[in-house]
């Protein structure tokens, strides 16, 4: 059941470009991500930008977020953009926090590959270099 968000017009909106007030448009959805400028892992430069250049949606979907990432957004949601058709949009529904907390702490498969990966790889050249290169 999706909930209805408030409604935000462009000019609102883009009154909030600051660090202390900072506000970004991505896929129609405003989000208040004051809080998280300090924590974001591009920098606060980053949203900053993002939102002084008004919708950051292109920009977000340049960088490639992971899918923990996108899960956190919904804790930074505040409303939509007047007059933007959110109509079928799974990811605005009313979640109970214990499961936006879940949500947060879900891991994809791909987030606990790559560090295995790189791990594996690492044993293999150790052993590579520590039994196979000394006793050739």
């Known amino acids: 059941m999706a909930i209805t968000l408030k409604k935000y017009s462009l000019s609102e909106i883009a009154s909030h470009t600051s660090k202390d007030d900072c506000w970004l448009i991505i896929h129609g959805k405003v989000y208040d991500v004051t809080s998280f400028l300090v924590d974001h892992p591009g920098g606060d430069d980053v949203l900053l930008q993002a939102a002084a250049n008004g919708d950051a949606t292109e920009s977000f979907e340049d960088v490639g977020h992971s899918t923990t990432a996108t899960s956190l957004m919904v804790n930074f949601l ?20 214990q499961e936006r907390k879940l949500a947060e702490s879900s891991t994809s498969f791909t987030d606990i590959l790559f560090p295995v990966l790189i791990l594996a790889l690492a044993f293999a050249a150790w052993y590579y270099l520590t039994y196979i290169k000394a006793n050739a």
């Open 78 to 97: 505040i409303g939509a953009i007047d007059g933007h058709e959110l109509a079928g949009d799974s990811s605005v529904s009313d979640k109970a926090p």
